[in-house]
C-alpha cells in the first residue's frame, strides 16, 4: 500500500507564502504525473497544479499562474507546492495525488480520475 503525506499547511495574511510538501511511502511505485488539488466546503474539487516525472512537465489552473510553483524530487517520491502572494480565495484544504500509471485521457488528470494515490488534505487559510 501507499501512503501519501502532505505537511507545511497552515494560516497567512494575504500576501504571503506557505510551502506545502507531500511524500509517499509505503511500497515502492514509480510515480508519472504528481498534483495538488483544494477544496473548500459546499464546492468540487479543483485542480491546482501538476508535475510529469519525466522532463518535469507542469501545468496550473489559470488562477494561480504566476504566483504558485510544483517541483518534485523523483528520488523521494516528494511533491512540493510553493504558494506566493497568496489570496483569501486560495483558502482551501489541498490535496496532493499521484499517478502509478498513465491515463489514456486528458481531462481525467485535471478531474483527479487519473490518480491512484491521494493525501489526507492539508489546511491553508489565507486571512486579508
Known amino acids: 500500500q501507499v501512503q501519501m503525506e502532505e505537511s507545511g499547511g497552515g494560516s497567512v495574511q494575504a500576501g504571503g507564502s506557505l510551502r506545502l510538501s507531500c511524500a509517499a511511502s509505503g511500497r515502492t511505485f514509480s510515480s508519472n504525473v504528481m498534483a495538488w488539488f483544494r477544496q473548500v466546503p459546499g464546492k468540487e474539487r479543483e485542480f491546482v497544479a501538476s508535475?510529469?516525472?519525466?522532463?518535469?512537465?507542469?501545468d496550473y489552473t489559470g488562477s494561480v499562474k504566476g504566483r504558485f510553483t510544483i517541483s518534485r524530487e523523483n528520488t523521494k517520491n516528494t511533491v512540493y507546492l510553493q504558494m506566493d502572494s497568496l489570496k483569501p480565495e486560495d483558502t482551501a484544504v489541498y490535496y496532493c495525488?499521484?499517478?502509478?500509471?498513465?491515463?489514456?485521457?486528458?481531462?481525467?488528470?485535471?478531474?483527479?480520475?487519473?490518480?491512484?494515490?491521494w493525501g489526507q488534505g492539508t489546511q491553508v487559510t489565507v486571512s486579508s
Open positions: 495525488a499521484a499517478s502509478e500509471s498513465p491515463s489514456r485521457y486528458m481531462s481525467t488528470y485535471y478531474s483527479g480520475v487519473a490518480y491512484h494515490y
Open positions: 508535475i510529469t516525472r519525466r522532463g518535469g512537465t507542469t
